[in-house]
């Protein structure tokens, strides 16, 4: 029901989306000039949330959303059913047209992730995951790769919005370290939650960053865990969804490699009290 719902409202969100593309976009900026955001975040946003409450009614479930939260709505995982939203994860991408741009929805019970899905608007791609069920990409079951050899992997890594040179520094010094393990290539979409499926279906070994909100990876958690994946803290701890901290991976081996090169920098919980932002 729960995932029906969800894998509904995404087909709105990605026609919503693509309708939007085709006229001239309207572009803002959030955090600093390179935090991009437009009318069709903030609008595909509302159908969503939009569309879940008029299924379940008013104060049942809780909502985190990009926009919502840019806006000032709290960011805190409770033990409420929650629905975690990215209603454009890679929006520079959407306004250049560069093509990979997903709708990311996901849904928490406990603070625990129970559904994904991420609908990779362009590449028509929706991917989804229940847990316990088992990962998909348009009903065909995918799987994680089976490499262990870090010298016959793909990795994906982002550099975020943050340009302060020191963070610039260490998330370029880490790629380099990766490149010359050396790994077979690095790569990056623009999209953290398609980042996360690529790892999911196999076309790449891992992806890491440090950064990236609950909205951009919680659906595809789901999706790469039920692939047979796993998460991990940079540090090689547990995974938190909260710590924009994250590495996701194929297996362990491979983790755990990755792991060893990352220079990690501080980045504010998305639960942290507004004066520690
Ligand atoms: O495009 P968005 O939703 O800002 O997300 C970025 C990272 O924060 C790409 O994943
Ligand atoms: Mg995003």
Redesign the pocket.
């Known amino acids: 029901m729960v995932g029906d719902l969800a894998e509904k409202t995404s087909v709105r969100a990605v026609l919503e989306i693509r309708k939007a593309g085709e006229s001239e976009i309207r572009v803002m900026t959030k955090s600093s000039t390179v935090?991009?955001v437009t009318k069709t975040d903030e609008r595909v946003e509302k159908i969503i949330i939009g569309s879940l409450i008029k299924e379940f009614g008013e104060g049942t479930h809780c909502f985190i959303g990009?926009e919502s939260v840019a806006k000032g709505e709290p960011c805190i995982l409770t033990d409420k059913p929650t629905w975690i939203i990215?209603p454009?994860?890679?929006?520079?991408?959407f306004v250049h047209g560069f093509p990979f741009v997903a709708v990311s929805i996901a849904f928490a019970v406990k603070k625990q992730l129970e559904f994904g899905v991420v609908y990779s608007c362009l590449e028509d791609k929706m991917y989804k995951a229940r847990r316990g069920k088992g990962a998909f990409c348009n009903d065909e079951p995918i799987q994680v790769s089976d490499v262990k050899d870090i010298n016959k992997s793909i990795i994906i890594s982002?550099h975020?919005?943050d340009r302060s040179p020191e963070k610039v520094k260490k998330i370029f010094s880490t790629m380099q370290k990766i490149l010359c393990i050396p790994v077979h290539g690095l790569r990056g979409s623009?999209?953290?939650?398609t980042n996360m499926c690529l790892v999911a279906t196999g076309a790449v070994e891992a992806f890491f960053e440090i950064?990236?909100?609950c909205?951009?990876i919680a659906a595809g958690a789901v999706i790469v865990q039920e692939a047979g994946g796993i998460l991990l803290d940079v540090d090689g701890g547990p995974f938190d969804l909260m710590s924009r901290r994250m590495v996701s991976a194929n297996n362990d081996v491979i983790a755990k490699r990755i792991i060893k090169e990352i220079e990690i920098f501080p980045a504010a919980r998305d639960d942290a009290t507004p004066e520690k932002k």
Not at 88 to 93: L, S
Request: proline share 0%; glycine share 18%.
């Open positions: 935090d991009l990009e990215d454009v994860d890679g929006t520079t991408n982002e975020g919005t623009g999209t953290a939650a950064g990236i909100h909205w951009d």
